[in-house]
């Protein structure tokens, strides 16, 4: 059967324009609009952010186009057809399904981008993915988790590399703190993989750039008063700083775009307190469309594909 299979490539989404800011943040509180003060500092950290007001939209948009060129390579021209579909922004997930049924696609694949699953990061997409499918006719498969594929590690580590030599610290004075964004604490009590598999990539990275001296840690926690996994960046900088580490090489393993979590949270804020600290920090560079990521996740379609519930 050579009917052409759609792939849903699901991202976070991110704002059209500051003027959108309120809608997306009502969107991710599931409707209920941030207060004038929540929406001021949301806005505010756009504004601060360099490389383009949203970059994250472009960003999604250049890897859709290179991994649609990876699966037109690897399994001919028109075999799998990408569509987006975002988590909180326009075109929505259910609407990049509803293209697909539309377009006479019957049978699709689904990946997200972030290699690691959680019950409320992929889990999530996924549903929602899954519903929207069955809705429309379209038999669906979902690719839970890429975390450990040699490829990806092997694009991260090559970044590690070139974040430590670009510092040019030695093994001995510097350190690579590997990152994710925090969720509730309570996602613990539901034995989710999330932090396992985190650590499992950081594991791995370090492993494959030959690294001794790492650490984990939590960033971006929410203010939701109850309590979001730690410990977050900024405590885990004090616990370093308190050790004499001098260089501290960030890499977020859970996130594979610039965007506002890494260009704000470790760029401006991390790199801020670090310095008050008088620790140098930089970050590896992100994936974006880096070639061997797109292999990962055009294996990991293909691997899907067939699998259908
Ligand atoms: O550049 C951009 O415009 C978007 C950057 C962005 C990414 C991202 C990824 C993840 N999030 C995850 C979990 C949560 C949970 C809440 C939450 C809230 C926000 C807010 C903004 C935001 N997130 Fe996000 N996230 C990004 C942006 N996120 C803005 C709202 C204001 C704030 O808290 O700063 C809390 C929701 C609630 O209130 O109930 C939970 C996870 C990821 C990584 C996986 C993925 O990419 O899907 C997990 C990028």
């Known amino acids: ?41 949301l806005t505010s950290r756009y504004r601060a952010i360099v490389g383009g007001v949203f970059p994250l939209r472009e960003n999604t948009n250049r890897q859709v186009e290179a991994l649609q060129r990876r ?7 028109g075999r799998y057809v990408c569509y987006q579909g975002l988590k909180h922004a326009a075109p929505f997930i259910e609407d990049g399904i509803e293209a697909m049924s539309r377009d006479g696609i019957e049978r699709a694949v689904g990946i997200v981008l972030t290699p690691q699953y959680s ?14 499918a069955e809705r429309h006719n379209v ?7 890429y975390h450990l594929h040699p490829v990806l590690i092997e694009a991260l580590a090559e970044r590690v590399t070139a974040g430590l030599d670009k510092a040019g610290v030695s093994a001995d004075d510097g350190l ?15 034995n989710d993989p999330y932090q396992d598999q985190l650590l499992e990539t950081s594991k791995a990275v370090a492993e494959a750039a030959g690294i001794s001296r790492w650490q984990f840690t939590w960033q971006s926690a929410g203010q939701t008063g109850q309590p979001w996994l730690g410990p977050d960046i900024v405590e885990t900088l004090n616990g370093l700083a308190k050790e004499n580490v001098k260089f501290v090489l960030v890499t977020p393993v859970g996130f594979v775009s610039d965007h506002l979590e890494v260009l704000y949270d470790i760029d401006i804020e991390a790199k801020r307190h670090a310095s008050e600290l008088g620790l140098a920090l930089d970050r590896i560079q992100m994936l974006n469309d880096d070639p061997k990521y797109m292999q990962a996740l055009a294996d990991s ?8 519930d």
């Open 71 to 77: 699966l037109d390579e690897l399994a001919g021209q």
């Open 1 to 41: 059967d050579q009917a052409p299979i759609g792939v849903l490539v699901m991202s976070y989404g991110t704002p059209e324009s500051l003027e959108g800011v309120e809608a997306y943040y009502t969107h991710i509180r599931r409707g209920h609009p941030p207060t004038d003060e929540q929406l001021e500092d």
């Open 139 to 145: 038999a669906f498969a979902g690719v839970e988790k």
């Open 176 to 190: 690579v703190l590997f990152s994710a964004h925090s969720l509730p604490a309570r996602i613990l009590e539901m």
């Open 301 to 308: 379609v293909i691997g899907a594909a067939g699998r259908y």
């Open 119 to 132: 019950s409320m990061s992929v889990g999530g997409y996924l549903k929602r993915a899954r519903e929207a």
